[in-house]
């Protein structure tokens, strides 16, 4: 764990639980000095706000900033009868902002959040989302679907043996797994709070259903592209190259096809930069959203 980050159990005393139409939601907000613009970090599957912990000790007090953990994620309520789709997801992130009283927010995303941003910008096009966005940053998500590479844990659980690999799945089988998508080795301090999040209330037999993500991102590619593609906001692309599941091609793609959008590579970390090394990602975010 990065020095003087938050434990899980830390994170979760700054925290509060939110009562909202769709469930009961972790919600986490850092005030700052001035009333500059918050921050809202959307995290990734199969983990929690909390990957976000080491950056937000290294963002400081400059800007506020909010987290949550998705519905069947982290600290938040794990229904098992919701349905874990992408739209719901936006639908949770939009009560929250609300719910706050935020006018306007700046946009991060890693992994599934990427999907999920990318929802609340196809909502802005339209005039649907309840709230403004002034700046978007993607990070090591998969939005190009097929030109990304699945892990085996997530072949397994999109297939009809889903059920029974999350049952078995443990800590042991979890932290392998996660390993090999890091670029730099991570603490085990990292991967035991990691996997006690994704463990409370039996979290992971959840999974072969909030997987189901990884299709509605081709179902819904030309609504979530095209979004992409008509962007009118300042645009990071920020991008661990040593990502074996969401590759380079993937940052190149949204380079290309989001309207003046900066590439920025992290050249030696993998699929959790903000875990791998959150002084570096906090550095980018800070000159980007201050000149966003």
Sequence with gaps: ????????????????????????????????ASQAVPVLLLHGFPTSSWDFAAVARALGEARPLIF????????????RDMGYSLFEQADVVCQVVRHLGHPR??????????????????????????????????????????????????HLLRSPLGPVFARINNRRT????????????????????????????DGAVNFPKI??????????????IGALERLDLPALVAWGRRDPIAVAAIAEALAREIPGAELVWWDDLG????????????????????RA
């Design 211 to 224: 997987i189901e993500y990884t299709r509605e991102r081709s179902r819904f590619r030309r609504r979530w």
């Design 174 to 201: 979890f932290k392998v797994q996660m390993r090999r998508i890091f670029g730099t080795p991570p603490s085990e301090s990292d991967l035991d709070g990691m996997w006690d999040l994704v463990a409370r209330e």
């Design 1 to 32: 764990m990065y020095p003087g980050t938050m434990s899980p159990e830390e994170w979760r005393a700054r925290g509060e639980m939110l009562s909202l139409p769709d469930g009961r939601v972790f919600v986490l907000q850092m005030a700052a």
């Design 105 to 154: 927010v700046h946009l991060v995303a890693h992994d599934m959040g990427t999907s999920v941003a990318t929802e609340l910008l196809a909502r802005r096009e339209r005039r649907l989302l309840p709230f403004e966005v002034s700046s978007l940053t993607l990070m090591n998500g998969s939005v190009h679907i097929e030109l990304a590479s699945l892990s085996i844990g997530q």
């Design 271 to 290: 699929h959790y930069p903000q875990v791998e090394a959150p002084e570096r990602v906090a550095s980018v975010l800070r000159e980007f959203v201050a």
């Design 68 to 79: 949550l953990d998705f519905l069947g994620f982290g600290f938040s309520e794990k229904p």
